[in-house]
């Protein structure tokens, strides 16, 4: 009886020591790399990430935008045919298109890069604070989060969206499109959604 509650013991420590000797391998095989400044300078807080279609990725920190090979950081001021504005960058997107969107903080506005030029700026219709949120709907359609408020690219101008709030007004703070195309608002009084085949948000 001993012989066979010992033979047990030993059967079911196998797969605990060999999960053991898988973690180790797993430990061995990866390694962890940080970075704290790019070009020289400091990055301060990094807010936002984004990868182009080339596969570059955008980093966009208190200290502007970079954009990452997988070895080097390049800032934006080094490899762009214009400057941005001198603020944080708190909001990076990709668009089906292939567009970079940027989004500023301090009233620096939203932005759109294609490669390496920098396309003439569209506008908010009223004062800006600190972009923080993009999304693309499944028509096309940008949507951006300025000043904790809705906006939405039509005509080539960006407009207030108001959604149905059942008592006073929110704060929106984040689009999101859904894998059936439903278009989704995260606010701080709750979620409204849109239909893939509605206009409104309910």
Same mark, same amino acid.
């Given at each position: ?8 013991? !030993? ?10 000797? +898988? ?12 970075? !704290?400044?790019?070009? !020289? ?12 279609? +080339?596969?570059?990725l955008w980093i966009g920190s208190d200290a502007g935008l ?10 934006? +001021? ?36 294609? !490669? ?87």
């Amino acid at each position: 009886m001993r012989a066979a509650i010992l033979l047990v013991f !030993g059967l079911t420590l196998l797969p605990f020591s060999a999960a053991a000797g +898988d973690a180790d391998d797993l430990l061995t095989t990866y390694a962890l790399t940080s970075w !704290g400044d790019g070009d !020289g300078r400091p990055l301060g807080s990094v807010e936002a990430l984004a990868q182009d279609d +080339d596969g570059y990725l955008w980093i966009g920190s208190d200290a502007g935008l970079f954009r990452f090979d997988g070895s080097r950081f390049s800032a934006w +001021d080094a490899i762009g045919d214009r400057s941005l504005p001198a603020r944080a960058v708190r909001a990076l997107f990709v668009s089906g298109d292939g567009t970079l969107w940027v989004g500023l903080a301090d009233g620096g506005g939203i932005h759109r890069i294609r !490669g390496r030029e920098l396309l003439s700026e569209t506008p908010l219709s009223e004062r800006v604070g600190a972009v923080t949120e993009f999304a693309e709907d499944s028509s096309g359609v940008i949507w951006a989060v300025s000043n904790r408020v809705l906006h939405r690219l039509a005509g080539g101008a960006w407009q207030k969206v108001p959604l149905p709030w059942p008592e006073r007004e929110g704060l929106v703070l984040q689009p999101y499109l859904g894998r059936t195309g439903d278009f989704w608002i995260a606010t701080r009084w709750g979620a409204f959604r849109r239909a893939r085949s509605s206009d409104t948000f309910e």
